[in-house]
């Protein structure tokens, strides 16, 4: 079955620190999605990338990072530079059988609740 | 372009009860997702919707149903509430089964 791990529960930062969550993920299938979301306090889920298992290719988006590697299953997000509004809990998710049509289902991690401090 | 709407924002019920949420997906969007989320925890699949039926289920018991309207509109009903049901409901849409997944702002649900 498939499995999400986000061993961070917490992390404080001081802002213009760079910072990077841990993603490390379980499946059998060999097509799959990973995604990281970010949660303020608000509650409501912000999608930040989707990532495809074909794909290894490292990416950056602005301030944001994110390292995938199949050889350690691992999916890792750095935020450079971390200002106060990247305050939240961050969420990795991983999507199965995606070539099946039979659904997106979303499997989440525990969350890793960021604070950057001034 | 209107995201992802739930309604009600909060809501407070006793044990026992039934209760109905309700989802409008993101204009465009065809399929509607409904996850759980305990406090401190990552959001549970319960199911999801396409073409107005189930396509996939999580592990939840039969209290919890669903339905989706030609609109692509959905519903989470949960019946006989139980105080384990507290948390906070997330309904998320997409364009067909493949897409990526856009979330509303939640309904929290206090059972006592």
């Known amino acids: 079955a498939q499995k999400v791990t986000q061993a961070q529960t917490e992390i404080s930062v001081v802002e213009k620190e760079d910072v990077t969550l841990d993603c490390v993920y379980e499946?059998?299938?060999?097509?799959?999605?990973l995604f990281w979301y970010k949660q303020p306090p608000s509650g409501e889920l912000v999608f930040l990338i989707r990532?495809?298992?074909?794909?290894?290719q490292n990416e950056i988006s602005g301030r944001y990072s994110w390292n995938f590697q199949k050889s350690t299953s691992s999916f890792n997000f750095t935020i450079t530079a971390s200002q106060v509004v990247d305050s939240a809990v961050y969420f990795c998710?991983?999507?199965?059988?995606?070539?099946?049509?039979?659904?997106?289902?979303?499997?989440f991690g525990t969350g890793t609740q960021l604070k950057v401090e001034l | 372009d209107a995201g992802v709407t739930q309604s009600p924002t909060h809501l407070i019920k006793t044990r026992g009860q039934q209760v109905t949420l309700r989802c409008s997906p993101k204009?465009?969007?065809?399929?509607v997702s409904w996850y759980q989320q305990a406090l401190g925890q990552g959001p549970q699949f319960i199911f999801q919707?396409?073409?107005?039926?189930?396509?996939q289920r999580g592990n939840f018991p039969d209290r919890f149903s669903g339905h989706q309207f030609p609109n692509y509109s959905s519903e989470l009903n949960v019946n006989a509430l139980l105080l384990g049901d507290s948390a906070l409901y997330l309904c998320?849409?997409?364009?067909?089964?493949?897409?990526?997944?856009?979330f509303g702002p939640g309904t929290r649900l206090t059972v006592t």
């Open positions: 204009s465009g969007h065809d399929t």
């Open positions: 998710a991983l999507s199965e059988n995606i070539l099946t049509g039979g659904g997106n289902k979303l499997t």
């Open positions: 919707y396409y073409e107005e039926e189930e396509r």
């Open positions: 499946t059998r299938d060999t097509t799959y999605y």
């Open positions: 990532r495809n298992s074909f794909d290894e």
């Open positions: 998320a849409s997409s364009t067909g089964l493949a897409d990526e997944q856009y």
